[in-house]
């Protein structure tokens, strides 16, 4: 009894398998789409991220220190050279106002004893007792004092009020040195200023550019650089205006690179040609793409029908020798773009090379693609 429970098993199994292997023979095979190579324009790009700058950016400071009193303008305002930005209001220092009265003081003692002795000399010149000479030299002493004293009394001015009383324009009037726009303002009244110096770069009062001429500074990876040329045109992309490519020429790449995050960038700097129809704004993000190489109508394939050998790593791609058979074939690539790769050598435009896409028998992708 037992055994023929143990033969009915083995039986039964033995029907399974001989089921199961039928089916797997009578199983339509896979099939595969193909495509041919074809003719394309194969770019290799670089972006540099950055941003747009005026070609010109100036500084205004004071030309001497005290506190802010007034600011006529706002930034944004249009200036030209002259025009009156700010006032500043002295604040004289005691010690040197104090040195400035005492040298007026000491001057004017000099004048007068300058003055008793040019009115004796003239006196004695007239009567004839001296010579003409002691005569004049009595009077240049004299108008040397008056000289001198002008001059105190000016320097005095300066330190009260930040002027002399007939200079033509007054130091404490904070002028346009360029014509532009206005950026920016980093002060406000009642802020203290500073005068620039030899120990000390003075404050900022305004910045003034012309944002008529802008540039493109950025930065580019050192696997990069080396395939960059001066005077190549580029295309600006700003992350403020969509769908607006702005030319540009490349005018500067630099010769040192620094160290960014372990990853060596390099400086450019390129001429964007602006557009009237839109304003563009100091500062902007930007983007510049950069065709490092281009080969026009070279032979080429999706770079997604590539596969690479798993012990090589050589590129190959599956031919199609018949119905349902394909042959493994070396391919030599050129450049690529990340879509499509130019093919130099391995491939004819008439092979027809296996798709990865696995489709039904009789489905429609069942196709050749050309």
């Known amino acids: 009894m037992k055994k023929t429970i143990v ?21 339509a095979p ?28 100036v500084e205004i400071k004071p030309n001497i220190s005290g506190i802010i009193d007034k600011i006529f303008l706002e930034e944004g305002a249009i200036v ?14 005691e010690q040197s106002l104090n040195a400035a009265k005492g040298r ?14 040019f009115e004796r000399s003239k006196s004695l010149f007239d009567k004839g007792v001296i010579p003409r000479q002691e005569y004049e030299n009595s009077e240049l002493a004299y108008d040397r004092a008056k000289q001198d004293l002008a001059n ?4 005095y ?32 009244e009642g802020y203290q200023v500073i005068q620039a110096n030899n120990f000390n770069a003075g404050t900022t009062i305004a910045f003034v550019a012309d944002m008529s001429k802008m540039i493109f500074e950025g930065q580019v990876d050192e ?52 557009d009237e129809e839109f304003f563009v704004r100091a500062g902007y993000s930007a983007n510049a793409e950069i065709v ?47 879509v499509n790769v130019e093919i130099l050598s391995g491939v004819e435009m008439t092979d027809e090379l296996k798709i990865w896409n696995k489709a039904e028998k009789g489905g429609p992708n069942n196709s050749t693609e050309n």
Not at 39 to 51: L, Q
Not at 104 to 117: P, T, Y
């Open 7 to 27: 033969f009915s098993i083995i039986a039964i199994a033995l029907i399974a398998v001989l089921i199961m292997f039928a089916k797997n023979n009578n199983k």
């Open 30 to 57: 896979q099939v595969y789409d193909t495509e041919t190579a074809f003719k394309a324009t194969i770019v290799d790009k670089t972006v540099a991220t950055g941003k747009v700058l005026p070609l010109e950016e």
């Open 80 to 93: 030209k050279k002259g025009d009156l930005i700010a006032t500043v209001r002295v604040v004289p220092n």
């Open 104 to 117: 007026i003081s000491s001057v004017q003692i000099q004048v007068n004893n300058a003055k008793v002795s």
């Open 152 to 155: 105190a009394q000016s320097d």
């Open 157 to 188: 001015q300066i330190i009260l009020k930040g002027s002399a009383g007939s200079s033509g324009t007054a130091n404490t009037n904070i002028r346009a040195t360029t014509t532009g726009m206005l950026l920016e303002i980093p002060v406000k």
């Open 223 to 274: 696997a990069d650089v080396g395939k960059l040329a001066k005077d190549s045109d580029i295309q600006v992309s700003l992350g403020a205006i969509d769908e607006k490519k702005f030319p540009a020429r490349l005018n500067f790449i630099a010769p040192k690179g620094t160290e960014v995050q372990g990853a060596v960038q390099f400086k450019i700097k390129a001429d964007v040609t602006l």
């Open 292 to 338: 490092l190489e281009q080969k026009d109508s070279v032979m080429s394939i999706r770079e997604a029908i590539l596969q690479f050998d798993r012990e090589s790593e050589k590129p190959y791609v599956e031919i199609k020798t018949g119905e349902g058979v394909f042959e493994k074939k070396d391919v030599e690539l050129g450049l690529s773009d990340g």
